[in-house]
């Protein structure tokens, strides 16, 4: 049974840093790509970063770009949201997931909650 726990959030100033992380288990998840997603309150969940789990190669959504890094420990099995220069609107349940062969985010944690204060 695939369990995602994330861990790392909380109550930040407005440029401030935090870094999330998201352990994961239950299966090996080699060649398997693992998002960050986050949900404000009263909008839909969005996408914010993917990492494939077997290489190095990443994306991003244009509002983190060049503030946000994923990475990841294969030996942990732990993906990792690194957050800088924080902004308010980046107050949300920041969720991880796993992306299936079949292309869908099958498998969920139960979020972590960033507030960003101005």
């Known amino acids: 049974q695939v369990q995602l726990v994330e861990s790392g959030g909380g109550l930040v100033q407005a440029g401030g840093s935090l870094r999330l992380s998201c352990a994961a288990s239950g299966r090996t998840f080699s060649n398997y790509v693992m998002g960050w997603f986050r949900q404000a309150p009263g909008k839909e969940r969005e996408f914010v970063a993917r990492?494939?789990?077997?290489?190095?190669?990443?994306y991003y959504a244009n509002s983190v770009e060049g503030r946000f890094t994923i990475s990841r420990d294969n030996a942990k099995n732990t993906v990792y949201l690194q957050m800088n220069s924080l902004k308010p609107e980046d107050t949300a349940v920041y969720y991880c997931?796993?992306?299936?062969?079949?292309?869908?985010?099958?498998?969920w944690g139960q979020g972590t909650q960033v507030t960003v204060s101005s």
């Open positions: 997931a796993v992306q299936t062969p079949g292309g869908e985010y099958e498998y």
């Open positions: 990492i494939r789990w077997s290489a190095t190669s990443t």
